[in-house]
């Protein structure tokens, strides 16, 4: 009896949970009427069928907000466009005459390990007795450290700056270590790529809150470590000079190979007629994961600048100053305007200034993004690079809709957006944006907000 009772009730349990949908209101009205919503605060919301582009509901729809990371997701399309579904982000040797080549390929997922079997492969490759100097081949993006319109509260502590140059996401691990009587720190750094502390950091028994603050006169590799620490810790902080800490790990794995190079690197575009004989890349595919699915800043904006170029490339677009890569911003932003020109959409619904929606002077209006989701999924499948939810960004969320929900997200202080595709309860499938900005309370309240209405897009 006693089992027939827990068996019953671990059935209620489970049916309240899969129906959640179903006791949340599906009046949009009465959802969004609950929610403390000042004057200062905006909400817009734009629900379209998939199949027909017909309304199904709207509220301040053609209104121009920032939609922070949900860009990422139109700016990703762009570049799948330009670049093609088997684009590799490539690093490759080339030999032309007595000389070898390092052409780079601004892969946002390359590792140290790549590189040491890029290079264990060259030694397989070439006679080094027989070449005379190694250039590399930087022009492929460009080393503008970061977008027009970011504010340092942007990029520190954890945006390296933009560069031809990655290796290990130009990030590097150093470590805090207390002394046995708790009286001082010991600041371990086992990379080559050194840092210069000014330690303010006061140890307690309580918990460990380190901020970090960054001398920015001349960009040098000066960080203050201020608040209060009680066990042993370790940091990630991004490098100022990616090309001197890919140029240590290229010098690393010339050392483990034992490459007979005693020169120094120069810097030279790979001659036309070179033959490649040594590569590692990247799929597109798996850059798009830390893009769309964790909604990482830096490796949208490479992959924006690396889509420019060959953007640039296809258009005769000219570097304006000789010599300098046509992979920028900017040309990103013409690639992006054209793209969705030609596809028909009404440009006055959106403004971008970057790839990666950072920019607060980025904005759209959720009647464009819907309208933008159902050119891209006729006509780029993009669900297929797409999180859905309970992963990624939408990790613990709408565990319900999983499989049916393909979503991108976005968040700032109190601002969040939400837009993809939907199947409804009713097996349609609708596009939908929502963008809450200017609000007040916690994030956490704005996202369950959030969540409440794709409740009433799903009940629709």
Known sequence: MLKKLALLVLTMFACTCVSRAAVINPDFSKVISRQDLSRTSSIAIAVKDLNTSKVL??????????????????????????????????????VYGNNLYLKLGADPLLEKNDLF???SNLKKSVNFKTIKYIYIDDKIISSTPYP?????????????????????????????????????????????????????????????????????????????????????????LPVNNPRYFFITRLEDAFGKYSIPYGDKFYFKEVPAGAKKIASVSHSIEEVSVPILKYSDNFTSEVLFRVAAHKYALKNNIKPQTNGMSTGTTKNGVLMFMNYYSKAGLDMEGIKIVDGSGVSRYNAASPGWICDAL??????????????????????????????????????????????????????????FSIVIQSYSLAQGVLKSFEDDLVDCIFSL
């Open 148 to 236: 027009d319109g970011w504010c340092v509260d942007d990029f520190w502590p954890n945006f390296p700056p933009i560069s031809p140059y990655i290796i290990d996401r130009n990030m590097v691990k150093i470590r805090l270590v207390l002394s046995i009587a708790r009286d001082s720190i010991n600041i371990v750094q086992q990379d080559r790529y050194r840092f210069s502390f000014i330690n303010r950091l006061q140890i307690t028994d309580d918990s460990t809150k380190i901020d970090i603050v960054k001398d920015y006169s001349g960009m040098k590799e000066v960080m203050g470590l201020t608040g209060t620490i009680n066990e042993d810790t370790d940091l990630e």
């Open 117 to 119: 079997e890029l290079v």
């Open 57 to 94: 509901y709207k509220k301040n729809e053609n209104k121009m907000l920032n939609t922070a990371s949900t860009l990422k997701l139109f700016t990703f399309a762009s570049a799948l466009d330009t670049l093609g579904n088997d684009y590799k982000f490539e690093t490759a040797f080339f």
């Open 374 to 431: 159902v050119y891209l999924n006729k006509n780029l499948d993009i669900r297929k690079y797409m999180q859905t939810a309970d992963e990624g960004t939408l990790k613990k969320r709408l565990r319900y809709l999983k499989d049916n929900l393909y979503a991108k997200t976005g968040t700032h202080n109190g601002l969040s957006a939400l837009c993809g595709v939907l199947k409804t309860r009713k097996g349609k499938d609708v596009v």
